[in-house]
């Protein structure tokens, strides 16, 4: 019996070695799965926040074109109400699924600026409806939309812990007509 006794603090130690290491290795891979996760829904997250934004701006350009058919924009391909009709109903369309998406997996602040973008962007689609020929209204809402959609993508940095961005405010220069020969 006394070899075992002599042995017996040796198989302790062994013992409570393999129970700890099985104890480091379950909570290692605990801890590797929760990240896994929460980096498949950060990523989830930025792809549905990409889709609202993208879904948006479609409406957006589209009133652009609009905008510059009545004479309020200067983008340079104009666009008659008739013919963006169609292609309005359709960025509605495409836009609403992906705003039930941001609703269910977007941070509460995220979908709150979300909302937010969204109604100036329809208050800009009715502003056209109703054939309007005002620019400095124009230009107003304008800028209130590039506010909401810098408000937004504020609120997606925030969420998704990324570094601040481009404001995205560039200057738009006039396009310079071509030199001709006599003018060089």
């Known amino acids: 019996m006394s070899a075992f006794m002599q042995q ?3 198989l ?4 409570i070695g393999a129970l700890g290491s099985y104890l ?12 896994e996760r929460a980096t498949r829904w950060e990523e989830r997250r930025l792809a549905v926040y990409s889709d609202y934004a993208r879904s948006l701006k479609t409406s957006v350009t589209l009133t652009y074109r609009v905008a510059s058919h009545l004479g309020n924009d200067p983008h340079p ?3 008659p109400l008739c013919d963006a009709e169609p292609l309005l109903t359709e960025a509605v369309l495409a836009r ?6 941001l609703i269910m997996l977007g ?21 056209l409806r109703e054939e309007r020929r005002e620019p400095e209204a124009w230009q107003e809402l304008l800028e209130r939309q590039r506010a909401a959609r810098q408000e937004y993508y504020a609120a997606v ?21 071509p030199a001709t020969a006599g003018d060089r």
């Open 8 to 10: 017996l603090p040796a």
């Open 12 to 15: 302790i130690g062994v013992v």
């Open 24 to 35: 480091a290795v379950v909570r290692s891979d605990r801890v590797r799965s929760e990240r």
């Open 77 to 79: 391909h104009p666009l």
């Open 96 to 101: 609403d699924p992906a705003g039930e998406a």
């Open 107 to 127: 941070s509460p602040q995220v979908v709150e600026k979300a909302r937010g973008w969204v109604l100036v962007v329809m208050e800009m689609e009715r502003f």
């Open 157 to 177: 940095r925030a969420d998704l812990a990324l570094p601040p961005g481009h404001p995205a405010r560039w200057p738009v220069t006039a396009a310079r007509p």
